[in-house]
């Protein structure tokens, strides 16, 4: 029986970036003053801030660190001050029962405030990344609804003699079969690497927030590109059918 590998396998940043880049190539060189070969540009720039951003997240912010830890002990040594200082004999003698009830209540109210303050320390650092992820991944999601926007009026019927007349308003397509089915599968090919650097901000966190926005942009990529294959299949099917 094999052994269990040793390390989990994730996302490798720069082979993304590459991808990207290669992409951007290929569309460049096929649709050259395109608006896809320019948002295809765009993307791989992102795509390196992406990397160096999700290299920067996994690094521990230390001064934040340093000063959580801070807040924590001078909490405790405050509390214990505090409670050195009392009498607490004197209390119980002097005290009667509403004061040691109303000197209770303000001990734990001071308690709550001083634990809440140290749970918003402890918790500042994950607050700050999440705040900058999910900033990114709005990002992400705008260049995806972007690139539906491109595929939109790509109709394969009409690029195969299949449609009525133009009309006015209707809009140009001067693409040949093929050159509609690459530009189709082009930005099948950048939607399905805009959920790759989505899910490159998951890779190294628990963060139930961050993972689920990730899912969610996941499966809006996937979605879009579901209906891009679709026209790439009638692209196939019409094209079967005319050489029959």
């Known amino acids: 029986m094999d052994a269990a590998p040793s390390t989990i396998l994730v996302l490798d940043a720069t082979h993304i970036v590459a991808t990207l880049e290669k992409l951007r190539e290929r569309v460049g060189e096929r649709f050259p003053h395109s608006g896809l070969s320019k948002l295809c540009a765009r993307l791989v720039e992102t795509g390196r801030l992406t990397a160096a951003r999700t290299g920067e997240l996994a690094r521990p912010y230390m001064g934040l660190r340093i000063l959580g ?32 009830s109303e000197a209770l209540d303000a001990t ?19 607050r700050l990344k999440r705040r900058l992820i999910l900033r990114a991944l709005y990002e992400l999601r705008s260049y995806a609804h972007i690139v539906d926007m491109h595929q939109l ?12 007349a133009a009309t006015s308003s209707s809009p140009e397509r001067h693409m040949t079969e093929f050159e509609l ?38 499966e809006l990529t996937s979605n879009l590109g579901r209906k891009i294959w679709q026209k790439i299949m009638i692209i196939s099917q019409l094209d079967e059918r005319r050489t029959k």
């Open 69 to 100: 830890g801070l807040a924590v002990v001078i909490a405790i040594v405050l509390q214990i001050v505090l409670a050195t200082h009392i009498d607490w004999s004197a209390v119980r003698k002097s005290a009667d029962v509403l004061g040691m």
């Open 108 to 126: 734990v109210n001071l308690l709550i405030l001083a634990f809440g303050g140290l749970w918003f320390m402890l918790t500042l650092e994950q």
């Open 153 to 164: 009026t790509k109709d394969p019927t009409v690029v195969l003699g299949g449609g009525g």
């Open 181 to 218: 089915s690459r530009y189709l599968d082009y930005c099948s090919e950048m939607l399905a690497l805009i959920a790759k650097l989505a899910a490159l901000y998951a890779a190294r966190t628990q963060d139930e927030t961050i993972i689920d926005a990730v899912n969610d942009l996941e």
